[in-house]
C-alpha cells in the first residue's frame, strides 16, 4: 500500500467515525464566537447600533428633566459646605504655598534658626499659667528659653556623624523642637544637614495642622540647607507678645 492510498484511507475512516466532523464544528464555534466578539465588543458595529438607540432615547428625555427642585437644595448644602471648610482650606493653601516656595539659602547658622524659634515662642507660648510682671507696665511675665547641640554616640566606623539640635521652652513644652542633624566625615566643611520632618504631616489635609517653625524647618530640609554650627549652647528669656487680657486699675 503507497501513501496516497493510506491517506485515503486514514480520511475514510476520520470521516466515518465523525472525527471531521466534530472538528469542523470547533472551528466553526470558535469562528462565531470571535465574529460575535467583534460585533458585540466595545467598538463593534452591534454595539454602537445599541448605544445610538439608547442615546436616542435617554438624552432627549434628560435635557428636558425639571431640576430646579434639586438645585435649591444643593445650593444650600454647598454653601454649608464652604463655610465648614473655608477657614481649613485657605490654611492647607497658605501652609502648601509656602512649603512649595524655594529658598535660595544656602547655609544658616544655628544662632539664626534660634533667633527666629524665639520669635515663635514669644507670639505662640501658652500664657494661661503666666504670671503678670508690674514692673514695667502691665506684661506676662518672661519665659525660659534654651539651646543645645549635643552630639550623639556615633560608632567609629561610620562615615557620618549625627547630632541632636534642640530648643527647649520651659514653660510650654509645645513649643519644643528637637531637630536631628547629620555630618558625612570626609566634608571639608564643618557644615550639618538637616533632617525634619513633622508629625503632623499625614495627607494633604494635614497641612492645615503645620505652624510656621514646622514650616521653616520643614523648608530647611528639603532644600538642603547648610547647618553652621556658630553656637552649641544658649540660655535666655522670651518676652510673650501677648498682652493679659484682665483689666487693672
Sequence with gaps: MNLENSIKDIISKKLEDGTIEKLIGQQLETGIAKALDGLLGSYGD?????????????????????????????DSVLVEVLKSAAVDNKKILENFKELMTEDKMKTIK??????????????????????????????????????S?????????????????????????KMNFEIKLSLYNEQKKSSWDISYESKHIHDIRSLKHLNEMEIFLMKLSQNYTKIEIDKTYENDEVTPEAEPEASFS
Design 46 to 74: 452591534v454595539t454602537k447600533i445599541i448605544e445610538k438607540e439608547i442615546k436616542s432615547v435617554m438624552v432627549p428625555y434628560l435635557e428636558q428633566y425639571d431640576y430646579s427642585q434639586y438645585i435649591t437644595k444643593l
Design 110 to 147: 544655628v544662632s539664626e534658626i534660634y533667633d527666629k524659634w524665639m520669635d515663635y515662642v514669644a507670639k505662640n507660648v501658652d500664657t494661661s499659667e503666666l504670671e503678670v510682671d508690674y514692673d514695667d507696665g502691665v506684661s506676662y511675665q518672661n519665659v525660659d528659653v534654651s539651646l
Design 149 to 173: 547641640f549635643d552630639e550623639d554616640d556615633n560608632k567609629s566606623w561610620s562615615s557620618f556623624k549625627y547630632a541632636t539640635l534642640t530648643f527647649e521652652c520651659e514653660k510650654d513644652e
